[in-house]
């Protein structure tokens, strides 16, 4: 695989490191030698990236918040992180952007496609947060939803695990790893690797979605030059 563009779905959760919560500054720096290392290969690199090393919404419902509160209070999560990875890629040497759904000019660039795109085939690394904006979703459903507005071939799964498998294999220790499968088979046989919406959204934009672990370092590039150990969803 050379794609020309790929949105990368990096989770939230892998930038907090062994600590499991908030920034880890040397897990930070890691993530971001990759990233830019990649780029430097040419490749055109959006990143969507996770809250879970801050909060999920579903936390927030066990606080006695409501949905929508508990969602904004996600999605700013988010914003934290793109701000955090922004400033680590610049530092290792790639130009990077962060962009927010959620406007706080302030803070950061307002989401706008063409902006994005501009950015894009300027040679930028496009950090996007705040997911869709929007409560009652995820962050794997903005990524799925990016990719496909911002015409990227590929959706990447940056995650904690090196590929689907037909169980969490975190939970169940006789889970059997994919190499390849359908859209529609993650969706039927309910893989919880990403929800649902973004399988469906991917799916229907012809999206290939590539897992893999993102604590190997250099996987993000051997990935991108179509090695490594990962799954392919395909249509
Ligand atoms: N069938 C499955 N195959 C692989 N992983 C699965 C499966 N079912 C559940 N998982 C779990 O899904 C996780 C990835 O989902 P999720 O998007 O919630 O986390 P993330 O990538 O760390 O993102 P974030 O921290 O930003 O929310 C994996 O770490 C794995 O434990
Ligand atoms: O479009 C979106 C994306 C995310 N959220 C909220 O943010 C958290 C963190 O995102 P993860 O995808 O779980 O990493 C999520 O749990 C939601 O609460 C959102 O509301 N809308």
């Known amino acids: 695989m050379r794609p020309k563009r790929v949105l990368v779905k ?5 930038l907090a490191g062994a600590s ?13 030698a990759d990233i830019s290392a990649a780029a430097r290969e040419g490749v055109e690199i959006g990143i969507v990236v996770g809250g879970g090393n801050f ?10 918040l409501d949905r929508t509160s508990a969602d904004s209070i996600g999605m700013l999560g988010t914003v934290m992180n ?15 952007r962060a962009m927010s759904a959620v406007p706080m000019p302030s803070l950061c660039e307002s989401y706008a496609r063409k902006r994005a795109l501009d950015h894009l085939s300027n040679g930028k690394v496009v950090i996007l947060g705040g997911g869709t904006g929007n409560p009652y979703f995820t962050t794997d459903t903005g990524a ?10 590929h959706l990447l799964k940056a995650t904690q695990v ?10 169940d220790p006789d889970a059997v790893r994919f190499d390849r499968l359908t859209h529609v088979e993650a969706i039927t046989r309910d893989l919880k690797v990403m929800d649902t919406a973004a399988f469906a959204l991917a799916r229907d934009a012809g999206l290939t979605i590539v897992v893999f ?23």
């Open 82 to 96: 793109a701000l955090a990875l922004e400033h680590a890629i610049e530092t290792a040497g790639a130009p990077a």
């Open 20 to 32: 499991g919560n908030g920034l880890d500054g040397a897990t930070l720096t890691a993530l971001a």
């Open 144 to 153: 799925a939803l990016r990719a496909a507005e911002l015409d990227c071939s």
């Open 55 to 64: 909060f999920r919404g579903v936390q927030g419902l066990n606080k006695g």
């Open 10 to 14: 990096l989770s939230g959760e892998a």
């Open 213 to 235: 672990s993102i604590a190997e370092p250099g996987m993000l590039a051997a990935v991108l030059r179509g090695e490594g150990r990962a799954t392919y969803v395909t249509p």
């Open 162 to 171: 090196d590929g689907v498998y037909t169980a969490d294999p975190k939970k």
